[in-house]
């Protein structure tokens, strides 16, 4: 089945705002096993829409548009749709109820111009949002099955996986379900992960996995995509290449599917009734910003240091602060010009009642890419040492 993603909006198409709902959309469905074909970007113009709408109903099956179901003059997607299907602008009464309730319910009297976003095109397949006043839809428009969605990140994701991915799976005839399991490393590179696990698809027949990567330094995600007849076959197809996986990538693992570092670390914690407390140079914060955020940290985070200059050590800061557990992250830059030839040395120190282990590390590059790698290896560190890893093992982005 042959799908396109159509975004709008003039600060898309000028570069104002990064447009991450179409690479989360994209991923989306290639997770389920459905191919993008065409991705294409048009501004708030309506004869651009319109001639937009007219091509990719000719070309594909299958388009989702994100964007322009807001209720400003700027958002036309209700509008042109209607006009690109030959058909009328009807008022949704359920969908004006809908939005009134929920201004209501907020105390608020619902703003005039937002029965605009209650306007569709005659005969259009309702698509519900559940957390926002942007009403989505579907609508033939020439050859193609069209489904629109609001551009508010939050809202698109419910939506695209409750209402749009099960829609194009029925459309497409795709029969069954399916599941992509990720794991999330730090340590190393793409290269070396497929050395690792290239030939895992074959491993024990395969069971019809594919294998894929993810690169987003200093991280790299590591997808097992499936499908099956149905959950049982799934949990039976995935089993023993899990296994392998996680016994080939072994301490490289810091989280699976939806987890993250910083959630492994602050879920070890509280387990086991820890505190903590963090000094850093030069990362400004990252590794304080990255737990302290987190529900349930404010029972574990005791204690965030940042210095420009010189650091705490992680014994003194574990004395000064009361915490369980202190982790001191120094960064010193190599003098000269911000190059990829140079870097920093990293000294990390992760103390508790039991002593002070230390790991220093030579990272190359700029110095974002020091920041960056600096904040996860000090997260790396604190990881291993809570659940009894060595904190020193080398890892590719290291240099002597």
């Not at 191919?35 to 099956?61: P, Y």
């Not at 003059?73 to 009328?88: H, I, K, P």
């Not at 996986?245 to 993250?260: K, M, P, S, Y």
């Not at 030579?362 to 604190?382: K, M, Q, Y």
Request: charged letters at 25%.
């Amino acid at each position: 089945m042959r799908v396109e993603i159509l975004c709008t909006g003039d600060e898309i198409l000028t570069g104002k705002t990064v447009n991450t709902n179409y690479s989360h959309i994209s991923r989306r469905l290639v997770d389920v096993g459905l191919g993008v074909h065409w991705g294409t970007t048009v501004g708030d113009d309506r004869e651009s829409l319109l001639l937009a709408f007219r091509q990719a109903g000719e070309r594909a099956d299958a388009v989702i548009v994100n964007g322009g179901l807001g209720p400003t003059v700027d958002d036309l997607s209700q509008e042109v749709a209607a006009q690109a299907a030959g058909v009328e602008l009807v008022l949704s009464d359920y969908w004006m109820k809908r939005m009134e309730e929920s201004y209501a319910r907020r105390g608020r009297v619902m703003p005039p111009n937002n029965k605009k976003q209650a306007m569709l095109p005659a005969n259009a397949e309702f698509i519900d949002n559940p957390i926002g006043t942007a009403c989505g839809f579907a609508v033939t428009i020439g050859k193609a099955r069209f489904y629109f969605t609001p551009g508010v990140p939050r809202e698109m994701r419910r939506m695209i996986d409750e209402q749009v991915i099960p829609r194009l799976l029925a459309l497409g005839g795709i029969k069954g379900v399916s599941k992509l399991k990720r794991f999330h490393t730090f340590g190393i590179g793409e290269s070396r992960a497929d050395q690792m696990l290239g030939d895992i698809e074959a491993f024990k027949d395969g069971g019809g996995i594919k294998l894929g990567f993810q690169a987003h330094y200093p991280q790299l995600e590591t997808k097992l995509a499936v499908r099956g007849e149905d959950e049982s076959d799934l949990a039976a197809r995935l089993a023993p290449i899990e296994a392998e996986v996680r016994r080939r990538l072994g301490n490289f693992i810091i989280a699976e599917d939806h987890e993250t570092l910083e959630g492994v670390i602050l879920a070890k914690l509280g387990e086991r009734g820890l505190t903590l407390a963090v000094a850093e140079t030069f990362t400004g914060g990252n590794i304080a910003s990255r737990i302290a955020p987190l529900p349930g940290s404010e029972t574990i985070f005791r204690k965030g240091v940042i210095s420009r200059n010189g650091s705490i050590g992680a014994g003194d800061l574990l004395k000064e602060s009361g915490a369980s557990v202190a982790l001191s992250v120094a960064v010193q830059l190599d003098e000269g010009p911000d190059r990829p030839e140079f870097g920093a040395t990293i000294d990390v120190g992760v103390a508790d009642a039991a002593g002070i282990v230390t790991r220093r590390a030579r990272l190359l590059g700029g110095r974002d890419w020091v920041r960056i790698g600096a904040t996860e290896l000090g997260l790396d560190c604190l990881r291993r040492h809570l659940l009894g890893l060595p904190v020193d093992e080398r890892i590719d982005f290291e240099r002597r």
